[in-house]
């Protein structure tokens, strides 16, 4: 079935409060999300402190993360009264339907996620939480919830997605009902996937020890402008078709941030500098990320001064995304078989 054919549209993303939000997470989620707001949809979107602590957290830190993410989404432009934001832990029905989504799911299917496989490598992968190993149910929990029709989601998380819809199809199934949706990833955009301004064969991250790797979005105008400048790039200049980009990595990636910047194609962006030199393309690229986010650390900042304003946000958030979580999760237990009390 069409999730848009049932279930009333709706979008769920969130973001990991696992410190420093870059330019990967503007362009990749942030962006994004901001213009589904102009869309006609209802959109949220969650700081998933439940799935930080898969691996350890200093707990003040974790606050303090969780603080400047949500002062990043809105610095974004992300508006509080237009969209739900909230912090994961404050609706219990996140933890609460995972749990049944990991009777539902099978250990075969958590052990074939490449994430997994990927943190796990060269590790005794028995010593890690079984929180980590769970964390696509718990995924999987965080979009269905809320009967989520559509997620914005990285090809890094494509995967994960594939086996909420597994476990939405599964639980359908298994107890007869047309419940949850099927939900649809929604992968759009020139740079979905930015990579390291040193490395363009790796994503850019804030776990690089180089700092000059990324563009953190508490980075100053002049920060900015400096790493773009002295980003790694090749001596050729910039060729007349994007074809031209196939085996250079770092002019590709600035190419994409560009276009993801001016809201253009890469085809348009590679048309305009053809034939010019990253002496010239370098500056102008510059001069665009200036302009839109060096507005968003400046008022990060000023968002970061006030804690309480942003909890504030945060909880009315979190009653507004409870409203809409604890009747689909009633409903779920009661499927499941459990009782349920009528309480007022």
């Known amino acids: 079935m069409n999730a848009a054919a049932k279930f009333k549209p709706r979008i769920f993303s969130g973001i990991q409060p696992s410190g420093g939000l870059t330019l990967g997470n503007y362009l990749g989620a942030l962006k994004r999300f901001v213009e589904k707001q102009d869309e006609g949809i209802e959109t949220i979107y969650c700081l998933v402190d439940l799935h930080a602590i898969t691996v350890w957290q200093d707990p003040a830190k974790l606050r303090d993360q969780t ?55 060269g590790k005794n992968a028995e ?37 909420c819809r597994d476990i939405a199809a599964k639980f359908n199934h298994d107890y007869g009902v ?41 980075d100053d105008a002049d920060t900015i402008a400096q790493k ?63 302009a839109r986010l060096a507005p968003i650390a400046t008022e990060m900042k000023r968002l970061m001064a006030d804690p309480a304003e942003i909890d504030r946000i945060l909880g009315d958030g979190a009653e507004r995304a409870d409203a809409i979580a604890q009747p689909i999760l009633d409903r779920a237990l009661e499927i499941t078989g459990m009782i349920r009390s009528r309480r007022s």
């Open 127 to 163: 010593a890690e939480s079984l929180g980590l190993f769970a964390y696509p149910s718990l995924m999987a929990a965080d979009i269905l919830l809320y009967h989520a029709t559509h997620v914005p989601v990285g090809e890094d998380q494509k995967q994960h997605l594939e086996l």
């Open 178 to 218: 047309d419940f949850f949706p099927i939900t649809e990833p929604v992968i759009e955009g020139a740079a979905t996937r930015v990579m390291s301004l040193r490395d363009g064969t790796k994503k850019m991250s804030k776990s690089d020890p180089s700092d000059a790797s990324r563009i953190n979005l508490t």
């Open 67 to 121: 603080r400047e993410a949500a002062a990043g989404f809105i610095a974004a432009g992300i508006d509080p009264k237009r969209s739900i934001l909230f912090n994961q832990s404050q609706v219990a029905g996140h933890a609460q339907l995972a749990w049944i989504f990991n009777c539902v799911a099978r250990m075969g299917w958590m052990g074939r996620m490449t994430q997994w496989k990927d943190k796990t490598a």
């Open 228 to 290: 773009l400048k002295k980003a790694k790039t090749d001596p050729e200049p910039l060729p007349e078709t994007l074809e031209g980009l196939k085996d250079r990595p770092e002019a590709r990636n600035l190419v994409n941030i560009y276009a993801a910047l001016a809201d253009k194609t890469p085809e348009a962006v590679v048309g305009e500098f053809a034939g010019k030199g990253f002496g010239a393309f370098k500056p102008a690229l510059a001069d665009l990320a200036v």
